[in-house]
């Protein structure tokens, strides 16, 4: 089970218990925490995590954040209990739900200015999985595993999963995967190229601190940089994917870090970045 890093900088949000948030050495560490129910998450951990994530973009002590969970289980999918039965919905009830809800969070993972790490501690099931795979760099415990629960419900895979699975592995292969909602072990997902790496269970909080140190001592805003023109890569022609990288370098030549980068290399020193 993830243990959460020496606390440096601790929230005082009243659902602390539900969402654990630390700042440790420029690492925001984001931990959903209701492991009795395998991380379900809840509308209140769901606005949680988002707030959380959009403060780590704006907030530039921190450079790069790891979302992980407590217990057997990453993120079991989203908690159901309370939501409206079908007579009582009206005509745009459940577009409006998936927009706001987890369109919203996964965009929060796609649209975070600093790198996020996921460390899949267990079962990553429904949106849980797709949390997982909308983040930049995806750890995995030997025990984890990914499941596309939704056709097991008779349901639609939401929460961006059609969007992000063919771009990772496919369209064959996630159709495979959504059409009968297997249980894919960890090893397999690394196979397929869902996950980066997998490591035992004892050593995922170890290695997730030391590849998060990695990103928040890089050029916090050439990374930033760079995940925007990758996310948005699939989605564009050569032309414009040319103009926004060059866009992009333009940019980044005005940072402090790009001049340390270029002065540390003509001067055939280690280069020291402050994310500025």
Not at 100 to 110: D, T
Not at 115 to 120: E, F, N, R, T
Not at 194 to 217: F, G, H, I, S, Y
Request: proline share 6%; with cysteine.
């Amino acid at each position: 089970m993830p243990s959460s890093p020496e606390d440096t900088t601790e929230s005082t949000d009243p659902l602390d218990s539900l969402v654990l948030h630390a700042t440790d050495n420029g690492v925001s560490w984001i931990t959903l925490n209701r492991p009795e129910a395998m991380n379900a998450v809840t509308w209140d951990q769901r606005e949680r995590v988002i707030a959380l994530l959009a403060g780590a973009s704006a907030d530039p002590t921190v450079r790069a954040v790891v979302l992980t969970a407590t217990g057997r289980g990453f993120c079991a999918g989203a908690d159901l209990r309370g939501a409206p039965g079908t007579g009582d919905r009206v005509p745009g009830d459940v577009a409006r739900t998936i927009r706001l809800g987890a369109q919203r969070l996964i965009a929060a993972v796609l649209d975070c200015e600093k790198p996020v790490i996921a460390a899949v501690n267990g079962t990553a099931a429904g949106i849980g999985a797709h949390l997982a795979f909308a983040c930049d760099l995806v750890l995995a415990a030997d025990s984890a595993k990914f499941i596309e629960v939704f056709v097991r419900r008779g349901l639609v895979p939401d929460g961006g999963g059609a969007y992000l699975l063919p771009r990772l592995i496919g369209p064959q292969r996630a159709k495979e995967l959504m059409f009968f909602g297997d249980s894919l072990p960890a090893r397999e997902a690394e196979r397929l190229g869902l996950v980066n790496r997998v490591v035992p269970d004892e050593e995922l909080t170890t290695t997730a601190r030391a590849w998060a140190q990695r990103l928040a001592d890089g050029p916090t805003r050439a990374i930033a940089l760079t995940k925007q023109l990758v996310n948005a890569s699939p989605d564009s022609d050569r032309a414009t994917a040319f103009a926004a990288e060059a866009m992009a370098q333009e940019i980044n030549m005005t940072t402090q870090d790009a001049n340390e980068g270029v002065a540390s290399f003509v001067e055939r020193r280690t280069p020291k970045y402050r994310g500025l």
